[in-house]
């Protein structure tokens, strides 16, 4: 659902900036609660898996496709302020890099890709473990639901600003009802990778998943016939290889660079959703060329590298690369000023 510029008139793509950047800025406060030295290098990681993820069209209809926007993932694994960072800074990587998603409609895609996606997403799914048993398989089940209709609610969001700054003059009722009907499709397939994803995470290192905090019930005691809270336990320190996170990187890591650089080339290569309503709509009618068209990495391949199969791979392993590294720079300079900020508070002298 990569807009690229012409769709959308310079004034509301320009609100839509304004818009996107007052979410990033309140989102890098909000991921200073979120973020700590465990979690910081996972949320890297986690853009990292996303982008190779969004390289794997899958067929949802007759010559069409679609493929993750994770702003869901996200927010379920390292929450939701730094879960629209991770969608920014994948969206920031691809329109630079790859020429995918025009640079000055950036911010309607963060604002729909990555906004939209983590609110409704992560709202679904807390209020669904707010009715749930507090168990693993209720964390998946809210994990599918939330990415589900993040998908849909997203298609709608964009059709909204199409309805305000659209350059086009097709009906808005028709691109409502065509990319709704085609993103509820697509949202069956984000549902499904989202939910493997977070199940994985759970079977393996729980204490990871941002959303499974606090999943296990207290203990009950029955006294004089009425259910009680157990005492809590001694605290026993984890084990070493419990605490680190490194096995979990680095798989993690392997597992991204293998998707974009191997299992990307069988990726479907029909449009996605919506470049097939733009095209079939009448919608691209005033498309841009891309400003970063030359890029020597646009359109996910190595210019004069001839072999589509290397040159496809070597530019999804490149873009997992650059995302992780820029991604941890930032949660890292994220957690420092968290950690700057508890020292200066834990340090400052009371005013009589």
Same mark, same amino acid.
């Given at each position: 659902?990569?807009?690229?510029?012409?769709?959308?008139?310079?004034?509301?793509?320009?609100? +839509?900036?304004?818009?996107?950047?007052? *979410?990033?800025?309140?989102?890098?406060?909000?991921?200073?609660? $979120?973020?700590?030295?465990? !979690? *910081?290098? &996972?949320?890297?990681?986690?853009?990292? #898996?996303?982008?190779?993820?969004?390289?794997?069209?899958? =067929?949802?209809?007759?010559?069409?496709?679609?493929?993750?926007?994770?702003?869901?993932?996200?927010?379920?694994?390292?929450?939701?302020?730094?879960?629209? &960072?991770?969608?920014?800074?994948?969206?920031?990587?691809?329109?630079?890099?790859? +020429?995918?998603?025009?640079?000055?409609?950036?911010?309607?895609?963060?604002?729909?890709?990555?906004?939209?996606?983590?609110?409704?997403? @992560?709202?679904? #799914?807390?209020?669904?473990?707010?009715?749930?048993?507090?168990?693993?398989?209720?964390?998946?089940?809210?994990?599918?639901?939330?990415?589900?209709?993040?998908?849909?609610?997203?298609?709608?969001?964009?059709?909204?600003?199409? +309805?305000?700054?659209?350059? !086009?003059?097709?009906?808005?009722?028709?691109? #409502?009802?065509?990319?709704?009907?085609?993103?509820? &499709?697509?949202?069956?397939?984000?549902?499904?990778?989202?939910?493997?994803?977070?199940?994985?995470?759970?079977?393996?290192?729980?204490?990871?998943?941002?959303?499974?905090?606090?999943?296990?019930?207290?203990?009950?005691?029955?006294?004089?016939? $009425?259910?009680?809270?157990? =005492?809590?336990?001694?605290?026993?320190?984890?084990?070493? +290889?419990?605490?680190? !996170?490194?096995?979990?990187?680095?798989?993690?890591?392997?597992?991204?660079?293998?998707?974009?650089?191997?299992?990307?080339? @069988?990726?479907?290569?029909?449009?996605?959703?919506?470049?097939?309503?733009?095209?079939?709509?009448?919608?691209?009618?005033?498309?841009?060329?891309? /400003?970063?068209?030359?890029?020597?990495?646009?359109?996910?391949?190595?210019?004069?590298?001839?072999?589509?199969?290397?040159?496809?791979?070597?530019?999804?392993?490149?873009?997992?690369?650059?995302?992780?590294?820029?991604?941890?720079?930032? #949660?890292?300079?994220?957690?420092?000023?968290?950690?700057?900020?508890?020292?200066?508070?834990?340090?400052?002298?009371?005013? /009589?």
């Amino acid at each position: 659902m990569h807009v690229p510029d012409g769709f959308i008139d310079a004034p509301v793509s320009i609100a +839509a900036g304004v818009a996107a950047a007052g *979410a990033v800025a309140i989102s890098l406060r909000g991921a200073r609660r $979120e973020l700590d030295e465990r !979690t *910081a290098p &996972l949320a890297g990681l986690v853009a990292a #898996f996303i982008f190779a993820v969004q390289m794997l069209n899958f =067929p949802v209809a007759a010559g069409t496709s679609g493929h993750l926007l994770g702003g869901a993932l996200a927010a379920i694994l390292v929450g939701p302020y730094t879960g629209v &960072l991770c969608v920014s800074v994948v969206l920031l990587m691809q329109g630079i890099l790859f +020429a995918d998603g025009g640079l000055t409609a950036l911010g309607v895609n963060i604002s729909v890709m990555g906004v939209v996606t983590v609110v409704v997403a @992560y709202a679904i #799914f807390r209020g669904l473990l707010k009715v749930l048993p507090p168990t693993r398989r209720s964390v998946t089940a809210a994990a599918f639901t939330g990415a589900l209709l993040s998908v849909p609610a997203a298609a709608t969001a964009f059709t909204a600003i199409y +309805a305000v700054g659209g350059t !086009t003059d097709v009906p808005v009722g028709k691109v #409502f009802t065509a990319m709704v009907g085609v993103h509820v &499709l697509i949202g069956i397939g984000e549902a499904a990778i989202t939910a493997a994803t977070v199940g994985a995470v759970l079977a393996v290192r729980p204490d990871l998943v941002h959303g499974a905090h606090g999943l296990a019930a207290p203990l009950k005691l029955r006294v004089a016939g $009425e259910l009680v809270d157990a =005492p809590a336990p001694a605290a026993v320190p984890a084990p070493a +290889a419990a605490r680190s !996170t490194r096995k979990v990187w680095a798989t993690g890591l392997v597992t991204a660079l293998v998707l974009a650089g191997f299992v990307s080339f @069988y990726a479907s290569a029909s449009p996605d959703g919506l470049e097939k309503v733009a095209a079939d709509k009448g919608i691209d009618q005033n498309v841009e060329e891309h /400003a970063a068209a030359g890029s020597p990495l646009a359109d996910y391949s190595v210019k004069d590298v001839t072999d589509a199969r290397l040159s496809g791979g070597l530019a999804g392993a490149i873009g997992v690369g650059v995302t992780v590294v820029v991604g941890t720079g930032i #949660f890292w300079a994220v957690r420092r000023r968290r950690a700057e900020d508890l020292t200066a508070t834990s340090t400052a002298t009371p005013v /009589a």
